[in-house]
């Protein structure tokens, strides 16, 4: 049955668990404000850990790492009366579970944006220039010196990189991009207004796949859901042109782990820039092998700022439910 807090607040001091270690200004903010326990050695919660802190709290505050399915919501206490998810993304809670128990789910957009953008910059800019393999060559010892043919790479000047998904992030991107000269293109649910396309010079693509064939650089800033699961896969790599370059900064579900490393095998792309991956925190041999795949441990959003800055969000969100106030960032119910 639905709790009955929603929107209300609530009588008391909330009590708050966090599954993950914040900044140290958050945890003692949230200490301040509310019955908070924290999770102090900072290790992911297990299913049986997330369904107890679910039957114990009034607000759960979980990140990506944790899978907020409907079965921990159909087990979580009558007390459960909001998940305040600390980051962007929220596909890692079933919205419509938490909406049937009458639970309100918050995140915290916007902070992560230029962050985000900032590290799919350096490995737009990486992976055309070989950047990994040239730090590889330092270490190992193996470079002899200049050479007018030495690990030559590829100009970003006139050359075209394809978006898939111009919310926040890929708008952010494309501002770059653009001021190292490529041409921008992009696919998105929906067409950008007229004077967004022209101030980042955006051509848009209705499909997805002619916007592939047309880049020499196609970057994923889209959301994982059922229909996006496994997007990049054998089909899409065949469309791209020989010796371009994917870049992954969204979510790891999106490529087709096994056609991406048979790209890359064959030759077909040149390389690719990784932060995330389909099961985390293990990376494939291959990839990690492979000498221009750039592969990175999910920090596109870790900085200390963004991070200070999304659990400034949580600590809000919190506060305008528990004065039973509508809170700034909870997901709608259009998105479920």
């Known amino acids: 049955m639905a709790n009955n807090t929603t929107q209300r607040g609530i009588e008391g001091t909330p009590r708050v668990i966090v599954t993950r270690h914040l900044m140290p200004s958050v945890e003692a903010r949230m200490a301040e404000l509310y019955d908070t326990r924290l999770n102090t050695e900072d290790t992911p919660f297990s299913q049986e850990q997330l369904i107890a802190a679910a039957q114990d709290c009034d607000v759960l505050v979980p990140t990506v790492t944790d899978r907020i399915d409907a079965g921990v919501i159909a087990q979580a206490g009558d007390r459960l009366g909001m998940i305040a998810s600390f980051g962007a993304g929220t596909d890692h809670i079933d919205l419509r579970a938490a909406k049937d128990r009458g639970i309100i789910v918050t995140n915290t957009p916007g902070v992560f944006t230029d962050d985000t953008a900032d590290l799919a910059m350096s490995m737009i800019i990486g992976v055309p220039r070989r950047i990994r393999e040239g730090v590889s060559l330092i270490r190992r010892g193996g470079w002899t010196g200049w050479a007018p043919s030495g690990l030559l790479g590829r100009q970003l000047g006139g050359k075209t990189l394809g978006i898939i998904?111009?919310?926040?992030?890929?708008?952010?991107?494309?501002?770059?991009?653009?001021?190292?000269?490529?041409?921008?293109?992009?696919?998105?649910?929906?067409?950008?207004?007229?004077?967004?396309?022209?101030?980042?010079?955006?051509?848009y693509f209705e499909h997805e796949d002619e916007l592939i064939a047309a880049s020499d650089i196609v970057t994923l800033h889209c959301p994982a859901t059922e229909k996006t699961l496994g997007f990049y896969n054998e089909g899409r790599f065949a469309l791209m042109k020989d010796g371009a370059c994917l870049i992954n900064t969204a979510r790891g579900d999106l490529v087709d782990q096994e056609a991406l490393i048979a790209a890359l095998g064959s030759g077909k792309l040149a390389g690719a820039g990784l932060d995330v991956y389909p099961d985390e925190p293990k990376v494939d041999e291959r990839l990690l092998k492979h000498p221009n795949v750039m592969t990175l441990p999910h920090i596109g959003s870790a900085t200390a700022e963004g991070r200070e800055a999304s659990g400034e969000k949580v600590i809000a969100n919190i506060r305008f439910w528990a004065d039973g106030h509508r809170p700034p960032d909870q997901v709608l119910d259009a998105f479920v």
């Open 165 to 203: 998904g111009m919310g926040r992030i890929g708008q952010a991107v494309a501002h770059r991009a653009r001021a190292f000269g490529l041409k921008i293109a992009y696919h998105n649910r929906h067409r950008l207004p007229l004077a967004v396309e022209t101030m980042l010079g955006g051509e």
